[in-house]
């Protein structure tokens, strides 16, 4: 993709299957939205193949996009309508909708049915953003840093619900415990280009980043832990005090990778 004579994505290779659900990575600028935008024929591509749902989507019709959800930062633009008005409005849309009650309900949303959007607290807003993404019966769901101002419960709650959903799902986010926590394999996208894609133990092994032993006499990083752990088992002639081995978690992993890529 270029947006001019600007190149912005240059290695983008990537296969989703159905029912994964995939994290797609990468700084400010990476070029994640502009993916997601040409995934949903909202965006010409200057060159390459796509097939979502086996269409082009330059190509797809409206059948093609009623198989589509999307959930976006969250609507402020009806603050006046009442949450299950608007709802059943967009879900008149789809062949085969979610029935209203039976979502809201499945959403906890069901007290706030005859309340105004304008009223919600950002969780219950985020909460209906999810049910006007997922009210047509999307095969593909893209969720747009789906809990970007949530409090901790709300997130919880918010990754409860997505884990419940048997869709295909292509999510973008900052927050690496959040991808770590929904995705199946993650993808991280480096100026324009995967420079992994994987699940979250694929990355760590990738990346290489290393892991932290401690025990009762000192801490380490090493890439090779239990080659220490047993030098360490050695020394002391039997089971070594206050052992600990941490492997890199994800955020260790992706950062290391950023800063390799940019080195
Ligand atoms: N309409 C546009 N015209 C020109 N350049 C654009 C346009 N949209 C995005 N870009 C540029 O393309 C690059 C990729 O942007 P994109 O929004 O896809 O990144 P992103 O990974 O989604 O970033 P963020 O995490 O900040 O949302 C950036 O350098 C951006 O400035």
Redesign the pocket.
């Known amino acids: 993709m270029a ?1 001019g004579k ?1 190149e ?1 994505l240059t290695g983008v290779d990537l296969r989703i299957s159905a029912g994964e659900t995939v994290a797609l990575l ?1 700084p ?8 997601i935008e040409i995934m949903q024929g909202f965006r010409r591509r200057s060159a390459g193949d796509v097939t979502v749902l086996g269409t082009d989507p330059e190509k797809g019709d409206e059948t093609w996009r009623g198989r589509l959800g999307t959930v976006l930062q969250s609507w402020r633009d009806h603050p006046r309508w009442e949450v299950g008005t608007l709802l059943s409005q967009i879900a008149a849309h789809y062949p085969s909708p979610w029935d209203s009650d039976e979502l809201l309900a499945a959403l906890g949303l069901t007290a706030q049915a005859k309340v105004k959007i304008g009223m919600l607290s950002g969780g219950q807003r985020r909460r209906l953003d999810v049910a006007l993404g997922i009210v047509g019966r999307p095969e593909l769901l893209f969720l747009d840093e789906p809990t970007t101002g949530f409090d901790p419960e709300a997130r919880r709650e918010f990754h409860e619900l997505i884990r419940g959903l048997d869709t295909t799902i292509l999510l973008t986010t900052h927050d690496l415990a959040e991808a770590e926590r929904l995705a199946d394999r993650i993808a991280v ?1 480096i100026d324009g280009r995967i420079a992994v894609y994987g699940t979250p133990e694929e990355l760590a092994r990738a990346v290489q980043a290393p892991s932290v032993v401690s025990w009762q006499d000192g801490s380490t990083e090493t890439h090779d832990p239990s080659q220490l752990a047993w030098e360490l088992h050695q020394k002391y002639g039997g089971p070594v005090p206050a052992l600990e081995i941490r492997r890199p978690t994800l955020e260790e992993s992706y950062l290391s990778l950023i800063e390799r890529s940019v080195a």
């Open positions: 947006y600007r912005v990468g400010n600028g990476a070029g994640k939205t502009t993916t996208l």
